[in-house]
């Protein structure tokens, strides 16, 4: 569990995050959602000790971040920001990667971080392209590769920042499943999605964020009864049950 207690921060005397609580919750999805600029990945920021915030605190799994080193952070908190650069490296190493927090200088691998990280890689399906270069491989699989560098990671939670931005629809459904199994398997997730319809058809519980603030906390169903959709976006969200579940859809 990762929970913001009253916090504020920024970049140098510009404070973009004023008051921030919330909490996301074990094995559960919580989505941050809001316009350009509102400060959603500047929480996140925050969250993994990229920048200093005042006020408050912040605990995973009850544990303060604040006096973390970095790698203590990692070892808590993966993290996969947004627009990353592809690498050139194999697959392999890439998942590798997700066991610096435990690599004291210099950095070798032992035994066992192989073992753990081809295990990431099977369980994310990708196993098979452990030897391939990453920027031979298509956006949903290099999608799968970061995540498996997660799972490597070995933390309790992981945050996301826009991580089906260059996904196409087909693949964005196959990443909503596998987010779906990581919080099934316990996983706390945070995650800053544009998307609002898959925002609200994968998340468990939804915080709304306007001008370095949280105006708005709940489920999926208890944001469409307010109309902080509308005032975040501008657009009407409606929701329908079927066969196959509840269904979102904008009016």
Known sequence: MIEVNNISAGYGKKEILQGISFK?????ITTLVGS??????????????????????????????KGMSRAEIARWIAYLPQGKNVPDISAGRMTLHGRFPYLSYPRRYRESDFRIAEEAMRQMGVLELADRQM???????????????????????????E????????????????????????????????????????????????????????????????DIMRELYGITVKSVRTEKGIQYYYE
């Open 163 to 226: 991580p089906t931005t260059y996904l196409d629809i087909g693949q964005q459904f196959k990443f909503a499943e596998i987010i779906k199994k990581l919080s099934e398997s316990g996983k706390t997730i945070v995650l800053v999605l544009h998307d609002i319809l898959l925002a609200l058809k994968i998340s468990d519980h939804i915080a709304a964020v306007r001008d370095g603030k949280i105006i708005q906390c709940g489920t999926p169903e208890e944001i469409l009864k307010t």
């Open 36 to 65: 350009n600029g509102s400060g959603k990945s500047t929480l996140l920021k925050a969250l993994l000790g990229l920048i200093p915030w005042s006020g408050g605190g912040i605990t995973v799994d009850g544990m303060p971040v």
């Open 24 to 28: 996301a919750e074990e094995g559960k």
């Open 135 to 161: 920027a031979e491989l298509s956006g949903g699989m290099r999608q799968k590769v970061y995540l498996a560098m997660a799972l490597a990671q070995q933390a309790p939670a992981i945050v996301m920042d």
